[in-house]
Structure formats: structure tokens, C-alpha cells
């Protein structure tokens, strides 16, 4: 019993610890990093990854408790939510015209999209505009 | 609104969990931390990302103008209730122990409760009269213009 009790400590520890990196990792990428889709891109994915982790660590230092239930609501909450948050600050920032580097192929196909619509439409105003 | 599909169904499935989590603050306060302003705030956000991401009119046929500023006025009404009522049996205001003379505790706990959801019901009308005082201005810059 102590040798399992032992295995599920080091098991927690050990996605605590890695958890911790993760968002450490997270935090100097979006410190460091050139430009803003680079920096989106180091805080969505570290953070998503770290906040798994220390969950489950976490999870597993509570054991079969209340505390266990509620830390897996809010690792739902926040699965759910960091993604989303994460979609809607690159989904403004593309469509305010805010591209990566490299990517005029994106731009021109964007502008076709956009005068389509316009044609559909046959107003002056621009579909992509106002949806900010 | 067809570039916002993915915040309008996450926002769908997020304003359950967030009112139930706000009454669950609310009527846990008096055990944990937590209590009448933390659950006005979180019932208030429910209300006021439903307004963000699906528009002004929507969230008011919901929770229309007139019965937030009721709400606001009653609320108040319910904390200053709560004393007067036990300034009516021949006690000091808000001495909640009056409310039951055999057994304190237990008339410590309803009035809690009751000051602590007069709280509540302030807390969370009066940020979504502010959320509409905002939103409810004419935008200065129109869309064309931008």
C-alpha cells in the first residue's frame, strides 16, 4: 500500500512540477517572442498543456474527495474557455487586418472573399467590417 | 454574427454553469468564503457576455430595463427589511438573533441569508444597469467609418 501510495505521489509530483514548467515556459514565450501571432500562439498552447497538467496532479494529491470533483469542473471551465478566449483575440485581430508575416497569399484571399460579398450584396458596406 | 459562431455556441454553453455557480456563492456564504457581492458580480457576467456576444435586445428581452432597476430598489429593500424586522420584536436592527429566541444560531442564519441575497439582487442588477448604460449609448465612430 505504501509502495502504491508512493507511485501516486511521484506520478502527482512529477505532473505538478511539469505543469509549473509549462507555464513558466508560456509566460517567457510571451515575454520574448517577436510578434503577436508567435505570442498567441506560446501562451494558448503552454497554458492549455500546464493547466491539464497541475489539474491532474492535483487531482490526484485530493484523492476520492469533493476537492477532486470540483478542481475537474474547473479543469473543464478552463479547458473550454482558454481555447475560446484565445480564438476570439486572434479572430479580432485577423479581421481587423492584422496578418503574419508571409501570409499576403492570405490577405489577396481575403480581399477576393470580401469584394464577393460586396457583389453579392451590392452594398457599400464590407462584411468584414463591423464584425469586430 | 455567421464570423462569431464559435463564441455564440461556447457563450451558449457557459451561461448555465455561470448562474448556477453564482446561486451556489450565494447560498454558501455564510459556510465559505463567498457571499452576497461575489455572487451579484458572477450572476451579473452571465448576463453581461450573453449581451456581448448576442447583442443588446437580446439579453433585454431577457432581462428587461425595467425590472433591473425594480430589482436594485428591492434588494435594498430586503436588507433594510431584514432589520426593521427586528427592530419590529422589540430588539436592536439587525440583530438577527431576535428571529428566533430558543435557538440564536439558527435565527443568525436566515438573517444572513436574507441580508446576503438583498446583496445579491443589488449587486447583480445594479452591474447590469451599468453594462447597459454603456451599451445601449450610440457608438461615436460608425462601422462604415472605420
Avoid at chain 1, 58 to 85: D, E, S, W
Avoid at chain 2, 45 to 54: D, E, M, P, Q, T
Avoid at chain 2, 119 to 136: K, L, N, P, R
Amino acid at each position: 500500500m505504501s509502495i502504491l501510495n508512493l507511485v501516486f505521489e511521484i506520478f502527482s509530483w512529477v505532473a505538478i512540477l511539469l505543469g509549473s514548467a509549462f507555464m513558466v515556459i508560456g509566460a517567457i514565450g510571451t515575454l520574448r517572442f517577436p510578434d503577436f501571432w508567435s505570442r498567441v500562439h506560446a501562451v494558448s498552447v503552454a497554458d492549455s498543456a500546464g493547466m491539464l497538467l497541475l489539474t491532474l496532479g492535483m487531482c490526484i494529491q485530493g484523492g476520492f474527495t469533493l476537492v477532486t470533483v470540483k478542481l475537474i469542473i474547473i479543469g473543464i471551465f478552463l479547458f473550454i474557455t482558454g481555447p475560446t478566449a484565445t480564438h476570439a483575440v486572434a479572430n479580432a485581430a485577423l479581421v481587423s487586418g492584422f496578418l503574419p508575416k508571409g501570409a499576403d497569399r492570405f490577405r489577396r484571399k481575403i480581399v477576393i472573399a470580401d469584394n464577393a460579398a460586396k457583389k453579392a450584396k451590392k452594398k457599400k458596406r464590407s462584411p468584414l467590417k463591423g464584425m469586430l | 454574427m455567421r464570423h462569431h459562431l464559435l463564441l455564440r455556441v461556447i457563450t451558449k454553453l457557459l451561461v448555465g454553469p455561470i448562474l448556477i455557480f453564482a446561486l451556489y456563492v450565494q447560498f454558501h456564504g455564510e459556510y465559505s468564503p463567498g457571499g452576497g457581492f461575489q455572487a451579484g458580480a458572477i450572476f451579473a457576467v452571465a448576463f453581461i457576455l450573453f449581451g456581448i456576444v448576442f447583442g443588446l435586445d437580446k439579453v433585454q428581452e431577457v432581462f428587461p430595463p425595467w425590472l433591473v432597476h425594480k430589482l436594485s430598489a428591492v434588494g435594498v429593500l430586503l436588507y433594510a427589511g431584514t432589520g426593521v424586522y427586528s427592530l419590529m420584536l422589540n430588539s436592536t436592527y439587525l440583530n438577527y438573533s431576535s428571529f428566533s429566541p430558543s435557538n440564536p444560531i439558527s435565527g443568525q442564519h436566515w438573517g444572513i441569508i436574507l441580508v446576503e441575497l438583498g446583496v445579491g439582487i443589488t449587486v447583480a442588477s445594479v452591474m447590469v444597469a451599468i453594462y447597459y448604460a454603456f451599451a445601449a449609448r450610440p457608438p461615436v465612430i460608425n462601422d462604415e467609418e472605420w
